[in-house]
């Protein structure tokens, strides 16, 4: 699909009722769901508030910075633990267990997941970024609580293989 056509597309449904798209050629996939912006604008609303009020707090850039000791002991963490598996955070972000504010966790403490299943949301920069269990197994505990700041590196699910 060429980029004017995925444009005419986008335009098409933003002006109609349609509220999901999913189109799968051979070479070429894109999903598209309306449900999920309106509810990204709103977390992006709440996000920008929290920068600005951190951001008035501080404007030294040193205060941003991965701390050394968080930094040494990303691979540590990387080991598996005697009841399950970490899955780390991949960046320095707001941890969201949900979709949206109104919607159920992406997981629960029992469940099952799979390799490639979206476990949670890491919003950076203003940007939603969809994190996936890296292999199937059983959530055996949440380690951060939604809405909270995670670092580089930090632990935020343990699985069970």
């Known amino acids: ?5 995925i444009k005419e597309l986008l335009e098409f449904i933003d002006k109609s009722s349609l509220s999901y798209l999913e189109i799968k050629e051979s070479d070429f996939y894109i999903k598209l769901d309306k449900a999920l912006s309106r ?7 709440f ?7 951190v951001y ?5 850039i040193d205060d941003y910075k991965i701390s050394e000791e968080n930094y040494k002991n990303v691979e540590a963490n990387k080991e598996m633990d005697d009841c399950g598996e970490l899955i780390l955070s991949p960046m320095v972000g707001t941890f969201y267990s949900t979709p949206a504010p109104d919607k159920e966790a992406f997981v629960k403490i029992g469940e099952r997941v799979n390799k490639g299943e979206v476990i949670c949301i890491i919003e950076a920069m203003k940007l939603m970024n969809e994190i996936e269990c890296e292999f199937d197994g059983e959530v055996i505990e949440i380690l951060v609580k939604d809405g ?4 580089y590196g930090q632990p935020l699910f343990k699985i069970k293989k």
């Not at 509810?39 to 609303?45: A, L, W």
């Not at 008035?56 to 030294?60: A, D, I, R, T």
């Not at 909270?148 to 670092?151: A, D, H, L, R």
């Open 39 to 45: 509810s990204v604008n709103k977390q992006e609303e």
């Open 47 to 53: 996000i920008e508030e929290k920068i600005n009020s």
């Open 148 to 151: 909270e700041m995670v670092e």
């Open 56 to 60: 008035k707090e501080s404007k030294n």
């Open 1 to 5: 699909m060429k980029f004017e056509e």
